[in-house]
């Protein structure tokens, strides 16, 4: 594999006489140092999900768009609505901070977030940061952060609708409204989904069936030319049948109320001083029901509070300064065991450059945070972007420390099996990175390659004290490191083809026992071949996973075996106001694990109808 990564080198290198004299990538506005600014700029190794990327999919759930992806690996325990976690750059779910339109939607009790629920037809494009973004977004940024950003309306009124329908007796429509000018925009989104499922045991026969239901909005006003305004709010209800410890469980079902709202104000009080207010709530209600046991009933409420106060000085077109101050309040409850909350409060900066003709570009940021329970920590990261002209090349450059606090469950859980423990000190990384990037033809191909290296201390487990008395506290006892080499290349073959491909190779080692790290696979490959041509589009996406483990102590009995999918898609717009669309998952019916012991789709297929008025 290194000698292939070397190769690559060695092309990005060699071949500046097919290029151009300069690149010229088109601007994509990101959130990577939360100010608007085009990728090309930016020092952090990001990828964006275009709106249209996902619209060719056909997919209709998060997971589905981003279980392609190289850098991250999906861990799901079961079909359609089973919880779905993310796995970026080799660190745990807790590591990778997810934001919807910027605003944080973990769980204050797991520390991870659930993606299974969150549809894709609100969405305007995902932004994935990789690396340590403690800077700027605080705990749980150690290994990225993922932004789902949703749809502004546009344009004259207009009404879109959609019904598909497919395998596991699944259906699901959806409407949008939208609209905007330049004094105001809207748009709101509404979408039910069913599916009878698989089971979401392996060896299961009983299908496990999901119901979504979810609504969303987004509305902004700009009442004069210093004042921009946006509010933003998404509920959505579920009910998933679940399985337990990989066996058909009949009546183990999980209920979830899901909210988000939050308000945006930017105010230009002078031509280089921008202010952002943000003011937000999240709040997601789970009810587990099982009539058969005790065990597996509890009823979780988890919630987050959150002032962000962002101050932009645009000093120059080469020197812009960002300032902030953060409050958020953490709520959870577990009805019975405990009911707490805690306070975080945090100041940050960051400086961004622009040097030699602004063929070098540095980002440096600071933040100094304040936990209710553990006290302050300090992070800090810098990066930069160097131009080589003459061979027509970037390269990029980081490092960066990030930290993670103690979860509520961390802190304060108390029950049969164990207890929480106050005296935790947050998990702590440091992590660099370099990265070449070069377009060989120009607006034709391109190719990119990074490595990383990320160390973490402190990492937080649950360890059994004392030994053989299955009562379990949470201890800072493990460190890791993580290190890898992600690479990438598009080349369009012609007008209407475009061969896309991403490469990643994972070398994660636990340092006290030595042992990879679970629910990480060593190599994962992805590719697609789109064409587009007229009023006809097809995708064709191939992803090879190579083999992990699920658990720590890398037992054979808990191997994930390598495995490979093919999926189709494909639409043909039929008028100028009605689409056709239709998609096929696992084309050769492979049958593979994510977590061990949990089943996954065979062969699928689905169809479907858009019509806009």
């Given at each position: 594999m290194y000698k292939v990564c070397l190769l690559l080198l060695s092309l990005l290198i060699a071949l500046p006489v097919w290029a151009e004299e300069t690149i010229k990538i088109k601007e994509v506005v990101v959130s990577a140092t939360?100010?608007?600014?085009?990728?090309?700029?930016?020092?952090?190794?990001?990828?964006v999900i275009k709106s249209e990327d996902i619209k060719n999919k056909n997919v209709e759930f998060v997971p589905d768009v981003l279980r392609n992806v190289a850098e991250l690996n999906l861990v799901q325990y079961g079909g359609a609505g089973k919880l779905a976690s993310i796995i970026l750059r080799g660190g745990s779910s807790t590591h990778t901070l997810v934001m919807i339109d910027g605003v944080k939607v973990k769980s204050t009790t797991t520390g991870s977030f659930?993606?299974?629920?969150?549809?894709?037809?609100?969405?305007?494009?995902?932004?994935?940061?990789?690396?340590?973004?403690?800077?700027?977004?605080?705990?749980?940024?150690?290994?990225?952060?993922?932004?789902?950003?949703?749809?502004?309306?546009?344009?004259?009124?207009?009404?879109?609708?959609?019904?598909?329908?497919?395998?596991?007796?699944?259906y699901k429509p959806s409407v949008t409204v939208s609209g905007g000018d330049k004094k105001i925009d809207y748009r709101i989104t509404g979408t039910y989904f069913y599916t009878d499922g698989i089971s979401a045991a392996k060896q299961g026969t009983e299908r496990?069936?999901?119901?979504?239901?979810?609504?969303?909005?987004?509305?902004?006003?700009?009442?004069?030319?210093?004042?921009?305004?946006?509010?933003?709010?998404?509920?959505?209800?579920?009910?998933?049948?679940?399985?337990?410890?990989?066996?058909?469980?009949?009546?183990?079902?999980?209920h979830g109320n899901h909210y988000m709202l939050s308000g945006k104000g930017k105010l230009y009080l002078l031509n280089?001083?921008?202010?952002?207010?943000?003011?937000?709530?999240?709040?997601?209600?789970?009810?587990?029901?099982?009539?058969?046991?005790?065990?597996?009933?509890?009823?979780?409420?988890?919630?987050?509070?959150?002032?962000?106060?962002?101050?932009?000085?645009?000093?120059?077109?080469?020197?812009?300064?960002?300032?902030?101050?953060?409050?958020?309040?953490?709520?959870?409850?577990?009805?019975?065991?405990?009911?707490?909350?805690?306070?975080?409060?945090?100041?940050?900066?960051?400086?961004?450059?622009?040097?030699?003709?602004?063929?070098?570009?540095i980002n440096a940021g600071l933040r100094y945070g304040d936990h209710e329970t553990f006290g302050s920590e300090t992070t800090y990261r810098i990066g930069g972007i160097y131009n080589i002209k003459p061979l027509v090349l970037k390269v990029r450059g980081s490092y960066g420390t990030g930290f993670r606090a103690p979860t509520l469950n961390e802190l304060y859980y108390q029950g049969s099996l164990g207890s929480g423990n106050l005296n935790l000190k947050p998990e702590k990384s440091n992590s660099w990175e370099i990265g070449l990037e070069k377009d060989i033809v120009k607006d034709k191909v391109s190719i990119s390659i990074t490595?990383?290296?990320?160390?973490?201390?402190?990492?937080?487990?649950w360890v059994e004290s004392p030994p053989g008395s299955w009562q379990y506290t949470p201890q800072n006892v493990a460190k890791a490191e993580v290190k890898g080499?992600?690479?990438?290349?598009?080349?369009?073959?012609?007008?209407?083809?475009?061969?896309?491909?991403?490469?990643?190779?994972?070398?994660?080692?636990?340092?006290?026992?030595g042992k990879r790290l679970p629910m990480r696979p060593k190599d994962k490959l992805n590719m697609t071949v789109e064409y587009v041509k007229g009023d006809a589009a097809i995708l064709a996406g191939y992803t090879f996973v190579g083999e992990a483990y699920d658990n720590a102590a890398n037992s054979e009995s808990k191997k994930l075996a390598s495995y490979s999918l093919i999926n189709l898609s494909g639409s043909y717009r039929l008028t100028k106001n009605i689409k056709l669309f239709g998609r096929i998952d696992n084309l050769l019916e492979e049958d593979y694990e994510t977590a061990k012991g949990y089943g996954v789709p065979g062969f699928s297929a689905f169809a479907g109808v858009k019509i806009e008025i």
């Amino acid at each position: 594999m290194y000698k292939v990564c070397l190769l690559l080198l060695s092309l990005l290198i060699a071949l500046p006489v097919w290029a151009e004299e300069t690149i010229k990538i088109k601007e994509v506005v990101v959130s990577a140092t939360k100010i608007e600014e085009a990728i090309e700029e930016i020092t952090s190794d990001v990828i964006v999900i275009k709106s249209e990327d996902i619209k060719n999919k056909n997919v209709e759930f998060v997971p589905d768009v981003l279980r392609n992806v190289a850098e991250l690996n999906l861990v799901q325990y079961g079909g359609a609505g089973k919880l779905a976690s993310i796995i970026l750059r080799g660190g745990s779910s807790t590591h990778t901070l997810v934001m919807i339109d910027g605003v944080k939607v973990k769980s204050t009790t797991t520390g991870s977030f659930d993606f299974s629920g969150i549809n894709v037809d609100d969405i305007e494009r995902i932004e994935i940061v990789k690396g340590p973004q403690s800077t700027l977004y605080g705990s749980g940024a150690m290994a990225g952060v993922i932004n789902i950003i949703t749809k502004k309306g546009k344009g004259k009124p207009k009404i879109e609708t959609s019904f598909e329908g497919g395998s596991f007796g699944t259906y699901k429509p959806s409407v949008t409204v939208s609209g905007g000018d330049k004094k105001i925009d809207y748009r709101i989104t509404g979408t039910y989904f069913y599916t009878d499922g698989i089971s979401a045991a392996k060896q299961g026969t009983e299908r496990d069936g999901y119901k979504n239901a979810a609504l969303s909005g987004k509305l902004g006003f700009r009442p004069t030319e210093k004042l921009d305004v946006e509010i933003t709010g998404k509920y959505y209800y579920d009910r998933s049948e679940l399985d337990d410890f990989g066996k058909d469980d009949l009546n183990y079902i999980q209920h979830g109320n899901h909210y988000m709202l939050s308000g945006k104000g930017k105010l230009y009080l002078l031509n280089i001083w921008e202010q952002v207010l943000t003011v937000s709530t999240v709040k997601d209600s789970l009810k587990y029901r099982y009539p058969d046991t005790s065990r597996n009933n509890s009823d979780i409420t988890t919630g987050m509070n959150t002032i962000d106060w962002q101050h932009n000085l645009y000093f120059s077109e080469r020197y812009t300064f960002t300032a902030g101050a953060e409050y958020r309040n953490e709520k959870g409850e577990n009805k019975g065991v405990f009911d707490k909350a805690v306070d975080n409060k945090a100041l940050y900066l960051n400086n961004k450059l622009k040097f030699l003709n602004d063929d070098l570009i540095i980002n440096a940021g600071l933040r100094y945070g304040d936990h209710e329970t553990f006290g302050s920590e300090t992070t800090y990261r810098i990066g930069g972007i160097y131009n080589i002209k003459p061979l027509v090349l970037k390269v990029r450059g980081s490092y960066g420390t990030g930290f993670r606090a103690p979860t509520l469950n961390e802190l304060y859980y108390q029950g049969s099996l164990g207890s929480g423990n106050l005296n935790l000190k947050p998990e702590k990384s440091n992590s660099w990175e370099i990265g070449l990037e070069k377009d060989i033809v120009k607006d034709k191909v391109s190719i990119s390659i990074t490595y990383f290296d990320q160390n973490y201390n402190d990492l937080i487990n649950w360890v059994e004290s004392p030994p053989g008395s299955w009562q379990y506290t949470p201890q800072n006892v493990a460190k890791a490191e993580v290190k890898g080499i992600e690479a990438s290349a598009s080349i369009k073959i012609t007008e209407t083809l475009t061969l896309k491909s991403s490469y990643t190779n994972l070398d994660t080692e636990d340092k006290e026992t030595g042992k990879r790290l679970p629910m990480r696979p060593k190599d994962k490959l992805n590719m697609t071949v789109e064409y587009v041509k007229g009023d006809a589009a097809i995708l064709a996406g191939y992803t090879f996973v190579g083999e992990a483990y699920d658990n720590a102590a890398n037992s054979e009995s808990k191997k994930l075996a390598s495995y490979s999918l093919i999926n189709l898609s494909g639409s043909y717009r039929l008028t100028k106001n009605i689409k056709l669309f239709g998609r096929i998952d696992n084309l050769l019916e492979e049958d593979y694990e994510t977590a061990k012991g949990y089943g996954v789709p065979g062969f699928s297929a689905f169809a479907g109808v858009k019509i806009e008025i």
